[in-house]
């Protein structure tokens, strides 16, 4: 239904996407693309604002019962100069250019679709170009945006990830810890024998990597220490380790069983010699009380629209995304992604150029169905 259309727009699309894929964007650090967004929209009379967390936000229509498309704009990669963009054998090549700027271009050429055609909303819609998603960005982004929003939103789809991956319906909740050990330390000759900070802490991790995790049929609960750093020289005894440690579940209850296996080997660790300390620096929610109901006439409408326009069925899985928030308010939220794809938060990232057509033709009949008048 919309091939013709988006062949026509095609190349321009395309330019779209390389143009954002150069911009850098940190989690916590996305004014570059928030400010290229924004002047891009009101260049071509779509309205759009900002909130306090860097989200940029097109709403069509007031009132209660809308839905939310999003893409972040955040990558894993600190950079602040230009990223590098190569488009080669029908292939483009660029930190990031999946996920999720090939999302972000998307829902853009769905507004310009829908500001062309002169389309009004049957119901509300919140378009939304939001921040932190990635890493330690800690979702600030659909935070905001739900605690500003939660009364009138009820359903929410985040296009991330590749499309080849399938639907994200299950919520993996986590929770991650900066951890401190400190001791006296001293000199490795003169004051050999006094704990040493770095001994400790892989003691503890140790510990960590003996625990029992929670199992059940249908779950899965994952840890990782994955960052450990300290001391000051070679001949020095460590007098400070820290630790960067994560546990993941898709079940709450195993979530919490997790924080109390972490909280009770911390303070076996914690000694007079070695004082151990936890910060939590990241918390992700599972999903929690959605409306089955409600839900499957959501999956199974974001199922139709790709299972249209690809010919294969859609598989569910579980993943950490935007769609936590949501879902842990009991809103139903689903992600997927419009390109096919691989390499996510490596330098080599890709995608299929091809592919951004399938992505548009899902986006648009997902979107407008229904949606738009």
Same mark, same amino acid.
């Given at each position: 239904?919309?091939?013709?259309?988006?062949?026509?727009?095609?190349?321009?699309?395309?330019?779209?996407?390389?143009?954002?894929?150069?911009?850098?964007?940190?989690?916590?650090?996305?004014?570059?693309?928030?400010?290229?967004?924004?002047?891009?929209?009101?260049?071509?009379?779509?309205?759009?604002?900002?909130?306090?967390?860097?989200?940029?936000?097109?709403?069509?229509?007031?009132?209660?019962?809308?839905?939310?498309?999003?893409?972040?704009?955040?990558?894993?990669?600190?950079?602040?100069?230009?990223?590098?963009?190569?488009?080669?054998?029908?292939?483009?090549?660029?930190?990031?250019?999946?996920?999720?700027?090939?999302?972000?271009?998307?829902?853009?050429?769905?507004?310009?679709?829908?500001?062309?055609?002169?389309?009004?909303?049957?119901?509300?819609?919140?378009?939304?170009?939001?921040?932190?998603? $990635?890493?330690?960005?800690?979702?600030?982004?659909?935070?905001?945006?739900?605690?500003? @929003?939660?009364?009138?939103?009820?359903?929410?789809?985040?296009?991330?990830?590749?499309?080849?991956? =399938?639907?994200?319906? !299950?919520?993996? =909740?986590?929770?991650?810890?900066?951890?401190?050990?400190?001791?006296?330390?001293?000199?490795?000759?003169?004051?050999?024998?006094?704990?040493?900070?770095?001994?400790?802490?892989?003691?503890?991790?140790?510990?960590?990597?003996?625990?029992?995790?929670?199992?059940?049929?249908?779950? !899965?609960?994952?840890?990782?220490?994955?960052?450990?750093?300290?001391?000051?020289?070679?001949?020095?005894?460590?007098?400070?380790?820290?630790?960067?440690?994560?546990?993941?579940?898709?079940?709450?209850?195993?979530?919490?069983?997790? !924080?109390?296996?972490?909280?009770?080997?911390?303070?076996?660790?914690?000694?007079? $010699?070695?004082?151990?300390?936890?910060?939590?620096?990241?918390? !992700?929610?599972?999903?929690?009380?959605?409306?089955?109901?409600?839900?499957?006439?959501?999956?199974?409408?974001?199922?139709?629209?790709?299972?249209?326009?690809?010919?294969?069925?859609?598989? =569910?899985?579980?993943?950490?995304?935007?769609?936590?928030?949501?879902?842990?308010?009991?809103?139903?939220?689903?992600?997927?992604?419009?390109?096919?794809?691989?390499?996510?938060?490596?330098?080599?990232?890709?995608?299929?150029?091809?592919?951004?057509?399938?992505?548009?033709?899902?986006?648009?009949?997902?979107?407008? @169905?229904?949606?738009?008048?």
């Amino acid at each position: 239904m919309y091939k013709d259309w988006i062949d026509e727009h095609f190349e321009e699309h395309l330019n779209l996407l390389k143009t954002l894929a150069a911009i850098p964007a940190p989690s916590h650090n996305e004014d570059k693309r928030v400010r290229f967004l924004t002047e891009l929209l009101a260049s071509e009379g779509i309205y759009a604002y900002t909130d306090e967390a860097k989200n940029v936000i097109v709403p069509m229509g007031e009132g209660p019962n809308a839905c939310v498309y999003s893409a972040h704009t955040d990558v894993v990669f600190p950079d602040e100069t230009p990223l590098p963009v190569r488009e080669e054998n029908g292939f483009l090549y660029a930190p990031g250019v999946g996920d999720d700027t090939a999302n972000v271009a998307a829902i853009v050429t769905i507004l310009r679709y829908i500001r062309e055609h002169g389309l009004k909303p049957k119901r509300p819609v919140l378009f939304v170009f939001n921040s932190c998603e $990635e890493g330690l960005g800690n979702l600030k982004g659909t935070r905001q945006l739900l605690k500003d @929003n939660a009364d009138r939103i009820s359903e929410f789809v985040s296009f991330d990830c590749s499309l080849d991956e =399938g639907m994200v319906t !299950r919520a993996v =909740g986590s929770e991650r810890w900066r951890v401190t050990a400190k001791t006296e330390g001293g000199h490795s000759y003169s004051a050999f024998g006094k704990p040493n900070a770095i001994h400790r802490m892989a003691r503890f991790v140790d510990a960590l990597y003996s625990q029992e995790v929670p199992a059940k049929e249908g779950s !899965r609960t994952t840890y990782n220490a994955g960052l450990i750093s300290g001391g000051t020289s070679i001949n020095t005894i460590a007098p400070e380790a820290e630790l960067y440690y994560e546990y993941r579940s898709d079940d709450h209850r195993h979530l919490a069983l997790m !924080r109390e296996s972490f909280m009770r080997l911390l303070s076996d660790a914690d000694t007079p $010699e070695a004082a151990f300390t936890a910060e939590l620096i990241g918390e !992700r929610p599972c999903g929690a009380n959605v409306d089955e109901k409600a839900f499957d006439r959501l999956k199974a409408r974001c199922a139709s629209a790709i299972g249209h326009a690809t010919g294969e069925p859609v598989m =569910g899985f579980s993943a950490s995304t935007d769609a936590n928030i949501p879902l842990s308010l009991g809103i139903p939220a689903v992600t997927f992604g419009l390109y096919s794809g691989g390499g996510a938060h490596t330098r080599e990232e890709w995608l299929e150029t091809a592919s951004l057509k399938t992505g548009l033709e899902i986006g648009l009949s997902l979107v407008l @169905n229904g949606h738009f008048v």
